[in-house]
């Protein structure tokens, strides 16, 4: 008897375990894509290096915005997803969110922006498996881990949405606010990448006006945007506008034929002939996402 309820407990303890390691994967592979990436990524050397410099630079005492621009489906995710699983650094911070995968409101936005920090910050001062904080209960908990200044952001937010008209510049004042305590309380530098910027847009109005005006002024809290849409983000990033007039600009482009035919291999898993590479690559004038599509529909050919 004694026996069957150890037994018990401990399959149920084996359950939620696994539930636990489900959500976290599947977190990784819907928010992060981290899982699959780490297998195939390809190329990219230059533009990861200088991401790596500025992180550098940003760790001495720099402030260096960024904003990466690409046609759709380039590879600007995995490149900053790429850049965020190589740091390993006590004092940086990589946080990212990726926008076009949370509901675009402000709500959306502040329960993101600090479930991310929160999380990340969370498991960079453990060695501890931390659960995701789904719930903004789950993020309460996670937040009494950390301290004082943490527990009470998260109440404040949650007291505030709970209210049926909450001021939403006040929330966004207090969401950014955050990070620069963050950062001042544990020591770190952030870098907080915002995959898919032109989506906060939609968020809020006067969202660039009260981003810029909080986050100009904190010195140890970076933006990393990403965009596809040029015309948003070249009006964004227009010289007239002084802040975003700061974000030094990197541009990505197709793979050249090197980077094709080994992203071609990668994604094959046997080799076809030079030509035949060639061929593919004239086709997708190596567009990434192109290539991979190709490769795939080789596949399946050959599978049958
Ligand atoms: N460096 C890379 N190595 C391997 N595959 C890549 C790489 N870059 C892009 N790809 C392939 O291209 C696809 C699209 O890349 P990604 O999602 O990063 O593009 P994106 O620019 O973020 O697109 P979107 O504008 O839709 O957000 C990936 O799913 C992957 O298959
Ligand atoms: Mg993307």
């Not at 990524?41 to 915005?65: C, D, M, P, V, W």
């Not at 740091?87 to 076009?100: F, K, R």
């Not at 770190?188 to 939609?202: P, R």
């Amino acid at each position: 008897m004694h026996n069957t309820i150890m037994h018990n407990t401990t399959m149920h303890n084996a359950i939620m375990h696994n539930t636990t390691m489900h959500n976290a994967i599947m977190h990784n592979l819907f928010m992060h894509k981290a899982v699959i990436q780490i297998l195939m990524f390809i190329n990219r050397t230059r533009e990861l290096a200088i991401l790596n410099r500025h992180s550098q630079s940003i760790k001495s005492g720099a402030r260096i915005n960024i904003a990466l621009f690409g046609l759709r489906r380039i590879g600007k995710t995995e490149l900053l997803l790429q850049f965020r699983n190589t740091v390993v650094d006590e004092n940086l911070l990589v946080s990212y969110i990726n926008l076009q995968k949370i509901i675009p409101d402000t709500e959306g936005f502040v329960k993101a922006y600090s479930k991310e920090l929160i999380y990340d910050i969370a498991r960079q001062n453990t060695d501890e498996y931390v659960d995701y904080p789904y719930e903004m209960e789950d993020l309460l908990i996670l937040a009494s881990k950390l301290g004082d200044m943490e527990i009470r952001h998260v109440r404040k937010l949650m007291s505030t949405l709970k209210q049926q008209e909450f001021a939403e510049d006040e929330l966004l004042g207090l969401t950014f606010d955050f990070a620069q305590k963050l950062a001042e309380k544990h020591e770190k530098k952030i870098i907080f990448i915002l995959d898919e910027f032109q989506e906060l847009l939609q968020v809020h109005s006067r969202f660039l006006q009260i981003m810029r005006s909080i986050t100009e002024k904190q010195k140890d809290v970076n933006y990393w945007i990403s965009g596809s849409v040029f015309s948003v983000f070249d009006e964004m990033l227009n010289h007239k506008n002084p802040f975003f007039g700061q974000f030094i600009r990197i541009t990505l482009e197709n793979f050249n034929r090197e980077s094709t035919h080994e992203l071609i291999d990668s994604t094959l898993g046997f080799k076809l002939t030079e030509n035949h590479k060639d061929k593919i690559y004239k086709f997708t004038n190596g567009q990434p996402h192109y290539t991979v599509v190709v490769c795939r529909k080789i596949s399946e050919q050959y599978a049958l």
